[in-house]
Antibody, heavy 116, light 109 residues
Framework: EVQLVESGGSLVQPGGSLRLSCAAS????????MNWVRHAPGKGLVWVSR????????RYADSVKGRFTISRDNAKNTLHLQMNSLRAEDTAVYYC?????????WGQGTLVTVSS | QAVVTQEPSLTVSPGGTVTLTCGSS?????????PYWFQQKPGQAPRTLIY???NRHSWTPARFSGSLLGGKAALTLSGAQPEDEAEYYC?????????FGTGTKVTVL
């Protein structure tokens, strides 16, 4: 069974940093491109970032470019999102997801709240 | 980045058929945008229904089908069930990145 479990969300002050993690199991993580998607309260889904299977290629939404960094550790089947210079508008549930046609799975999400 | 637009809300009768569409500000949506469709219910994580325009996952009910229609991606729900009431989002690839649509709230009533 494919499982994605996010962790690391919490309350952080504006300008602060946070590192999210996503533990993967039940599929060949090292072969799968991975994504982070966020869902702010009362808003729609927003794609945040994606990374290719070996970590050599990454892309970001304009709203987080230069502040967020996606990475992965294929030896530990783990995906990360380093978030710096956080703003109130970054408040959301953050999901990791694979859009791989074989798996198409999402985690349950972790809540990030940016507030003073 | 492109703006991807969906109908804000649609209502369908139980057993009825409804079509959701997904259009891009940059022009026609084609198979080269590899459209996806997701279902999200309140308090739950999204679930992938359709990938690459029209392919269902093993868990996707056959009443959901994806296509291209008039320059847009489309999701058709045939034989709506009460449990299909949810928010539906499309996603397309654009310049190596992804963009979600604005979402459609489907009510089964």
């Amino acid at each position: 069974e494919v499982q994605l479990v996010e962790s690391g969300g919490s309350l952080v002050q504006p300008g602060g940093s946070l590192r999210l993690s996503c533990a993967a199991s039940g599929f060949t993580f090292s072969s799968s491109w991975m994504n982070w998607v966020r869902h702010a309260p009362g808003k729609g889904l927003v794609w945040v970032s994606r990374i290719n299977s070996d970590g050599s290629n990454t892309r970001y939404a304009d709203s987080v470019k230069g502040r967020f960094t996606i990475s992965r550790d294929n030896a530990k089947n783990t995906l990360h999102l380093q978030m710096n210079s956080l703003r109130a508008e970054d408040t959301a549930v953050y999901y990791c997801a694979t859009l791989d046609p074989h798996y198409g799975s999402w985690g349950q999400g972790t809540l990030v709240t940016v507030s003073s | 980045q492109a703006v991807v637009t969906q109908e804000p809300s649609l209502t369908v009768s139980p057993g009825g058929t409804v079509t959701l569409t997904c259009g891009s500000s940059t022009g026609a949506v084609t198979s080269g945008h590899y459209p996806y469709w997701f279902q999200q219910k309140p308090g739950q994580a999204p679930r992938t229904l359709i990938y690459d325009t029209s392919n269902r996952h093993s868990w996707t009910p056959a009443r959901f089908s994806g296509s291209l229609l008039g320059g847009k991606a489309a999701l058709t729900l045939s034989g709506a069930q009460p449990e299909d009431e949810a928010e539906y989002y499309c996603l397309i690839t654009h310049s190596g990145a992804y963009v979600f649509g604005t979402g459609t709230k489907v009510t089964v009533l």
